[in-house]
């Protein structure tokens, strides 16, 4: 008997991979988290049915959150990472020798066990020594920092549920006040396709527009989100994603990546015509 798991887009779309066997299930203090074998997409992770990655697609999110902001900031030391359970990105980061501290606050502690027993790779990023975990509230984490990262990445899964209070006017403000004064945030900014999901996209870009003074959103193609299509968001006190961006300084680390280049990432900031004018009518409810 063939076994499919299916994750409802919207009341009309859903999307339906065939899995081989369900390799884990279980019931955290926080949520739901399911492990399944695919043929097509290799190992997948949900979070309360949602995909959260595949082991196919999962370079791209990584990539994008990291490499992006990393090749735009001159001199990163510290690092926070909001969720990041997984390892992923602590993973990418640490193709970088001049950082110096990488915190990971993830809450939840079972999934961080779930991915390090299936998904040793991406968990390896946490074994580096430059990482320090912590297991808490992100916010409640972020209210006691005050000017002490270059780079906080928000890798938290959405805006629903244990993890809400992170797509709060509080929280961009708590990260605005935990940067130094040329700090980077990278956020996830979701999928802007379907009406069920316009609504996030408009009011995280609202409250981080009037939160930072340099605030844009960039694109990837991830296979497994919605519509396929993912936003990001990067705010920042000083460095502009495009103006201040080092592409010959990135190219010199020649750091093997399978989705992130020097030249996507200036494309990667021209978005469609539609993404383009929801963001401008959210800037312009100032």
């Known amino acids: 008997m063939e076994m499919w798991f299916s994750e409802i887009h919207t009341p009309n779309i859903k999307l339906t991979i065939r899995t081989d066997r369900q390799l884990f299930s279980g019931e955290s203090e926080y949520q739901r988290i399911d492990v399944f074998d695919s043929p ?24 994008m ?12 030391k510290k690092v926070l ?64 920092r005050i000017s002490e990262y270059d780079l906080i990445i928000n890798d938290s899964t959405n805006p629903f549920g244990y993890t809400e209070g992170l ?10 006040k935990a940067l130094k004064e040329d ?21 995280m870009h609202r409250k981080v527009f009037r ?14 989100c919605p519509a396929g299509y993912w936003l990001f968001g990067f705010a920042s006190k000083k460095y502009h994603p ?20 020097a030249n996507l990432h200036i494309g990667a900031f021209m978005l469609p015509k539609y993404v383009e004018d929801l963001l401008e009518e959210e800037e312009g409810k100032l």
């Open 65 to 76: 959150v990291t490499h992006v902001p990393m090749a735009v900031h001159p001199n990163v």
């Open 242 to 261: 495009i103006k201040d961006f080092d592409g010959a300084r990135w190219r010199k680390r020649n750091i093997k990546t399978w989705y992130y280049t």
């Open 81 to 144: 990472i909001i969720g990041g359970g997984d390892g992923g990105v602590a993973k990418e980061l640490s193709y970088y020798p001049e950082i110096e501290e990488i915190e990971v606050v993830e809450q939840d502690e079972m999934f961080m066990e779930v991915c390090q027993k299936f998904f040793p790779d991406m968990a390896q990023g946490l074994q580096d020594p430059r990482v320090k975990i912590y297991h808490e509230d992100g916010l409640r984490f972020l209210r006691r």
């Open 211 to 224: 939160s930072f003074p340099i605030s844009r959103v960039y694109q990837a193609h991830i296979t497994t």
């Open 183 to 203: 700090g980077i945030m990278v956020y996830q900014h979701g999928s802007p396709f379907y009406d069920e999901d316009e609504a996030a996209c408009r009011s």
């Open 40 to 63: 097509e997409l290799g190992k997948f992770v949900t979070l309360n049915g949602d995909i959260i990655f595949s082991d196919a697609d999962e370079f791209v999110y990584d990539e």
């Open 167 to 176: 797509f709060t006017k509080e929280f961009y403000g708590s990260c605005y």
